[in-house]
C-alpha cells in the first residue's frame, strides 16, 4: 500500500469500464494505494472476476449499469456512492472505439459513440460532484474526478474521427469542470494512454507493418503495458497533486514529445 502523500486509505472509488483492460488496472492501483473501489461495467460475471482478484487486497463492490444510457448511469452512481459510504474519487474510464472510414460513419455508429465516451462521462461526473459536495464539511484532502482521455485528443488517427472527437471533447470537459468545481474542493484531470494493446484498440493492431511502424515513432521503442498507468492514476487521485487540476498527463512513451 502506497503511503504519505501517495496515500488514499480511506478514500472511497468509483471506476466506470473496470470489467477489463485500462479500468482494471486503474481499479487494481486504487486498491493497492489503498483506497476502496466500486466497480462499474455492462457485465456483472466480468466485474465479479475482477472483484474476485482485487477482494484479496482491499474493500471492492461492483454495480452494473451502461454509461450511455444517462439515466442508469447516473443511479449506479449514487448507489457506488451508498455502498461505499461515500465517494471521494472517479475514474471515468468507460469507452468504446470502432474504426471505420469517416465517410461511412453513421448516425447511429456517431451517437454510440459519443453517448458512451463523451456524454456518459459528463454524467458520471455530474452524478459523482453532487455526492462529493453534499459534504458539510469537505474532506481534507478535497476530491478528484480523473478522466481517461486518449493520445487521440492531441493527434488524428484515420478510421477514428467519431472517437478522436469524444476523446477530444473530454479534455475540454477536463478544464471547463476543473474550473468550474475547484471552489468546490473537486480537482479534475486527464490521464492520455498512448498506444496500449487493449481490446478496444485491438483493431489497430492487426496490421504487422503498421505495428514496426509505430513503434519506430515511441521513443522508448514498446507499447504501453497496463502497470504503466496504475502511477499516474494514484498520483493524480492523491495529495501529492493536491495543486494540479485541468491538466491531462500523457503516457505514451515519449510519443507526443516526438510527433
Not at 481499479?27 to 482478484?53: F, I, N, S, Y
Not at 501529492?240 to 512513451?253: E, N
Amino acid at each position: 500500500m502506497s503511503s504519505g502523500i501517495f496515500s488514499l486509505a480511506g478514500r472511497r472509488a468509483a471506476v466506470t469500464g473496470a470489467s477489463r483492460g485500462i479500468g482494471a488496472a486503474i481499479a487494481g492501483a486504487l486498491v493497492e494505494a489503498g483506497a476502496a473501489v466500486a466497480l462499474l461495467g455492462r457485465e456483472a460475471a466480468t466485474l465479479e472476476v475482477v472483484r474476485a482478484t482485487l477482494s484479496p487486497r482491499g474493500r471492492v463492490v461492483i454495480e452494473v449499469a451502461d454509461v450511455a444510457e444517462a439515466g442508469p448511469a447516473k443511479a449506479a452512481i449514487g448507489r457506488a456512492a451508498a455502498q461505499l459510504g461515500g465517494l471521494d474519487i472517479l475514474i471515468n474510464n468507460a469507452g468504446m472505439e470502432q474504426v471505420c472510414p469517416s465517410l461511412e460513419v453513421t448516425e447511429a455508429l456517431w451517437d454510440r459513440i459519443m453517448d458512451t465516451n463523451l456524454r456518459g462521462a459528463f454524467f458520471c461526473a455530474q452524478a459523482a460532484a453532487r455526492v462529493m459536495t453534499q459534504r458539510s464539511t469537505p474532506p481534507r484532502h478535497g476530491a478528484s474526478i480523473l478522466n481517461v482521455c486518449s493520445l487521440t485528443s492531441e493527434v488524428g488517427v484515420p478510421g477514428a474521427t467519431a472517437y478522436t472527437s469524444s476523446k477530444s471533447g473530454m479534455v475540454g470537459m477536463t478544464r471547463a469542470l476543473a474550473a468550474e468545481w475547484a471552489g468546490q474542493g473537486i480537482r479534475v484531470n486527464g490521464i492520455g494512454p498512448g498506444y496500449f494493446r487493449t481490446a478496444l484498440t485491438q483493431a489497430f493492431y492487426q496490421d504487422a507493418a503498421w505495428e514496426q511502424a509505430l513503434l519506430a515513432k515511441i521513443p522508448q521503442g514498446r507499447f504501453g503495458r497496463m502497470e504503466d498507468l496504475g502511477g499516474a492514476a494514484v498520483f493524480l487521485c492523491s495529495d501529492a497533486a493536491a495543486y494540479i487540476t485541468g491538466q491531462v498527463l500523457y503516457v505514451d512513451g515519449g510519443y507526443l514529445a516526438a510527433f
